[in-house]
């Protein structure tokens, strides 16, 4: 019944921009915070950036100052605007509710951002 679609990503030159997007099919969307994660290979799986019913958001050290999110309740999206993108950006990209809910992971959408 719930499903997250992540979409957007791509291959990138250090320095470029992408804008990822996630359709939620889930239920009372509008009042549930969320989150964008990332996975690099070999790594842990990261919370990137997070967004409140309210659209407050929290951002990650590392791309804070970079990285935008933001959400449109009517269309059950939520959105990662990402700028000056650099290398160690590259993984896979996943939304979910913030917190996040083991049993809602999609398949992401793979970022590459080269040097």
């Known amino acids: 019944q719930v499903q997250l679609v992540e979409s957007g990503g791509g291959l990138v030159q250090a320095g470029g921009s992408l804008r990822l997007s996630c359709t939620a099919s889930?239920?009372?969307?509008?009042?549930?915070?969320m989150g964008w994660y990332r996975q690099a290979p070999g790594k842990q799986r990261e919370l990137v950036a997070s967004?409140?019913?309210?659209?407050?958001?929290n951002y990650a050290d590392s791309v804070k100052g970079r990285f935008t999110i933001s959400r449109d309740n009517a269309k059950n999206t939520v959105f990662l605007q990402m700028n000056s993108l650099k290398p160690e950006d590259t993984a896979v990209y996943y939304c979910?509710?913030?917190?996040?809910?083991?049993?809602?992971w999609g398949q992401g959408t793979q970022v590459t951002v080269s040097s």
């Open positions: 967004i409140s019913s309210g659209s407050r958001t």
């Open positions: 889930i239920t009372f969307f509008s009042i549930k915070p």
């Open positions: 979910n509710t913030w917190p996040y809910n083991n049993d809602y």
